[in-house]
């Protein structure tokens, strides 16, 4: 289990939100008010940072290191990307309220930047249209992930057809 601790040092991180598609579009003075919601991790490998099948809880952004996303079951984990610095994981179990599809484990010592599922409900109340902004953006990455899938589904050798026009 990660320990989480506020987010101090704004400079280090404002640099990275901007180019993360989780913050695409947004404005500084947004950035600015995402930025005291924000919190630090530090994860080690090996270790997990969710498991499938537990209830999400964050966002998380890779500040350092590398992050596996693995499928596990029957004894075997499939790995289904490997995210590095600025990339983003877990909003798809947070925004569709349903608990996590997959492992989250780090494959060397990883920074991670957290937003927290709290923090969106606080926002939602206070910047509707920030929170829209990220929503937006959370449903265009999931987008991308579901192509991602459809792709490495159809490239694998293990898929069997059950339809065929």
């Known amino acids: 289990m ?9 400079r280090e991180v404002i640099s990275i939100l901007s180019h993360i598609s989780l913050f695409g579009g947004a404005t500084e003075p947004q950035l600015e008010q995402i930025l005291p919601r924000l919190q630090m ?8 940072v969710f498991e499938k099948g537990q209830e999400p809880s964050h ?3 890779v500040k350092s290191g590398e992050i596996e996303l693995l499928i ?27 608990n996590h599809a997959v492992s989250a484990v780090a494959s060397e010592r990883s920074e991670i930047i957290a937003l927290s599922r709290r923090a969106m409900h606080q926002l939602r109340h206070e910047n509707i249209e920030l929170f829209a902004l990220l929503m ?30």
């Open 41 to 48: 991790g530090v994860i080690e490998k090996g270790d997990a």
């Open 136 to 165: 937006m953006n959370i449903a265009r990455e999931m987008a991308r992930r579901l192509k991602f899938t459809d792709e490495m589904l159809l490239n694998s050798h293990q898929v069997e057809v059950v339809f065929a026009p």
């Open 2 to 10: 990660i320990s989480f601790s506020p987010l101090t040092d704004f």
């Open 59 to 61: 966002i998380y952004i």
């Open 72 to 98: 596990p079951g029957g004894g075997i984990a499939i790995r289904k990307k490997s995210l590095g610095t600025g990339e983003c994981f877990g909003q798809v179990a947070v925004m569709s309220m349903q």
